[in-house]
């Protein structure tokens, strides 16, 4: 798979390709149905299967810090569609022309003229353009002039439960680790690179790999029992705090700090994948650090018994 970021950067023959676009936070399954779907579509008519995202999402360049927290960075995003059928991811930088792009110039300039679409599938609720305009049924009759025909994929579901990003948001949010996997069809996770921090997890016994989370926000917080991928061929077992750390410090950014059971390797430099597997507690502040250390026993007891079942 290419990645692209930027239509500057695209080269596309006039024979051009099979499309889909939209956010694509978290890959879910509905996602990954509409990506099979489209390489289907691909194959029959021997053309590119290209996906187009917008980097930040558009909810993000317009709210800020308000917008909701997003369930992938783009590293990630990247590293899913990998495994699907798509020949090429294409990153549109969602900024102030782009959000002041009318819907039909949108279409001409970018879907007709740039990406050179043959086939168009999109979800049910896709809007695009200037005060969100554009919609299936503006690219149904902009699809007779300029070429190219246009799939809606429809709501898909999953035991009558039509499967979004904000419904998995809200399940990690209340701690249903366990359902959102199921929609999202692997364990929610978060990747980055483990970093060097104050060190303090070793003072009390309990040393951890810390990963820098460089998002606004994040849809989880507390203490789970995770695995880790990343570091040698298997997974390895773990418990992990996401957070502010009030104990310690109680600063405004949240790390993900990871203790691994039976590990003493330094990894500093890795790039890994954490999988929270179930919940155990909400973030607390303590009175002291060996009031911490005590909860801290607990925490890894309850990851190990929860890992072991």
């Known amino acids: 798979m290419h990645l692209i970021r930027g239509l500057s950067h695209l080269k596309r023959s006039d024979k051009g390709c099979v499309l889909t676009i939209g956010n694509f936070d978290g890959l879910h399954l509905g996602h990954q149905a509409v990506v099979q779907k489209l390489a289907e579509c691909g194959r029959g008519l ?7 995202i917008f980097e930040p999402q558009p909810l993000e360049y317009f709210l ?10 783009l590293r990630e995003k990247a590293i899913e569609f990998a495994k699907l059928p798509v020949d090429e991811l294409v990153v549109l930088s969602f900024n102030q022309e782009l959000a002041n792009c009318e819907a039909e110039c949108f279409v001409e300039e970018v879907l007709a ?19 969100r305009r554009g919609n299936f049924a503006m690219l149904r009759e902009k699809g007779k002039q300029f070429g ?8 898909f579901q999953l035991q009558d439960l039509r499967i979004s990003s904000t419904i998995i ?20 996770s978060i990747c980055g690179r483990v970093a060097h921090g104050d ?27 995770v695995t880790m991928t990343g570091v040698g061929e298997q997974a390895i077992k773990g418990v992990a705090n996401v957070g502010t750390r009030p104990t310690v410090d109680g600063g405004a950014k949240v790390i993900l700090e990871v203790h691994l059971f039976d590990f003493c ?17 909400g973030e607390v502040r303590f009175s002291s650090l060996e009031a911490l250390r005590s909860q801290i026993i607990q925490d890894v007891a309850a990851a190990k018994k929860i890992l072991t079942d």
């Open 46 to 52: 021997n053309l590119p299967v290209v996906v187009a």
């Open 64 to 73: 800020g810090d308000n917008a909701p927290s997003r369930l992938m960075r």
């Open 113 to 131: 003229g740039k990406l050179k679409v043959r086939h168009l599938v999109i979800g049910d609720d896709f809007h695009f353009g200037k005060a």
């Open 148 to 155: 190219f025909t246009v799939e809606d994929t429809g709501s």
């Open 169 to 188: 948001r809200d399940l990690l949010g209340q701690g249903k680790l366990d359902e959102a996997a199921v929609l999202l069809g692997r364990p929610y």
């Open 199 to 225: 060190k303090r997890g070793r003072t009390i016994g309990y040393p951890t790999a810390n990963l820098l989370l460089f998002r606004k926000n994040v849809p989880i917080e507390g203490v789970f029992a």
């Open 265 to 281: 390797r330094e990894i500093y430099g890795h790039y890994v994948e954490v999988q929270f597997i179930e919940k155990i507690r």
